[in-house]
C-alpha cells in the first residue's frame, strides 16, 4: 500500500469521496428525522476515510488526515455529548431541555404522519453531532493507527 | 462413561427448547406492551421528534448510547496504546 493504486482508482476516489461525506452528514443531521443517526452516520463517513487511505497510501495521506486532530475530534464528541447530559440535570440526567422550548431545535413537531423538520428533536439532534464526531474521529484514528503500523512494519522486514 | 450422562443431558435440552417453541407466542406480540404503547403515542409529543427509534436510543435510554460511546473511546484508546511503538 506504499504507492498507492492506479490512476483510474484514484480518479474515481476523488469523485466519489465528496459524496460520501455529504452522505454521512447528511445522516448524521437527521437522525432524529429519517433513519440513521450518530452512529451510522459517523461510520459512513469514516468509511471514505478508510477509502482515501487504502487508495493513496498512508505515506500520501498523513499531510491531510492528521491522528492528533482526529483523537482531539473524538474526545470533543464524548465530552459534548456527556455535557448535553449533564445540562438537563435540572430535571433529570438525560433530561431533553431543548425540545418544545421554541429556540434552536426547539420547535414542536407534528403529532402523526408528517413530513419532518429539521428543527425539533431538542437535545436529540445536538446528541446525534456529538455521537457522530465521535465516532467518526474514533473509525479514522483506528483505521489510521493500524495503516500506519502495518507500513512501519512491512518496511522493518523488508530491511 | 460419560456418553450416556451427555445423552441424557441433550435429551433434556432438546425437550426445554421444544417446550419454549410451543409455548412461544405468536410474532410481534409482547407479553406486556404497555411501554411500547406508551412510546409509541407519547414520544413525538414529548421530544418533538419524529425517530422513535432515535427517541429512545437517544432520550428515553441515553445511558446505553452513553455506554456505547465510552466503548468505542476505551477501544480507540486501547489501539492508540497497543501501537504506539510500531507507529511511532
Known amino acids: 500500500m506504499i504507492g498507492g493504486m492506479s490512476r483510474i482508482v484514484r480518479t474515481m476516489t476523488t469523485l466519489i469521496f465528496g459524496f460520501i461525506l455529504v452522505y454521512g452528514f447528511y445522516v448524521i443531521a437527521h437522525g432524529h428525522i429519517s433513519p440513521g443517526g450518530g452512529f451510522q452516520g459517523g461510520a459512513i463517513v469514516a468509511s471514505a476515510f478508510a477509502l482515501l487511505l487504502v487508495t493513496y497510501g498512508t505515506d500520501q495521506i498523513q499531510s491531510y488526515l492528521s491522528k492528533d486532530l482526529l483523537s482531539i475530534l473524538e474526545s470533543t464528541g464524548l465530552v459534548l455529548f456527556i455535557t448535553f447530559a449533564f445540562l438537563g440535570l435540572g430535571a433529570t440526567f438525560f433530561y431533553n431541555f431543548v425540545s418544545n422550548s421554541g429556540g434552536l431545535f426547539g420547535s414542536p413537531t407534528t403529532i402523526g404522519v408528517n413530513p419532518g423538520d429539521l428543527n425539533t428533536g431538542g437535545t436529540i439532534a445536538l446528541m446525534n453531532m456529538a455521537v457522530g464526531l465521535e465516532v467518526l474521529a474514533a473509525l479514522g484514528v483506528i483505521v489510521l493507527t493500524m495503516s500506519v503500523a502495518a507500513e512501519t512494519i512491512q518496511k522493518k522486514e523488508k530491511q | ?88
Open chain 2, 1 to 88: 462413561m460419560k456418553k450416556p450422562v451427555f445423552f441424557i443431558a441433550f435429551i433434556f435440552f432438546l425437550a426445554f427448547m421444544v417446550l419454549a417453541a410451543i409455548g412461544m407466542r405468536p410474532f410481534g406480540e409482547p407479553s406486556i406492551s404497555n411501554m411500547d404503547d406508551y412510546f409509541i403515542e407519547n414520544a413525538q409529543a414529548e421530544t418533538a421528534a419524529n425517530n422513535v427509534v432515535t427517541t429512545i436510543v437517544f432520550d428515553y435510554r441515553g445511558f446505553d448510547t452513553l455506554g456505547e460511546g465510552t466503548v468505542l473511546f476505551t477501544a480507540v484508546v486501547g489501539i492508540v496504546a497497543l501501537f504506539r511503538e510500531v507507529a511511532k
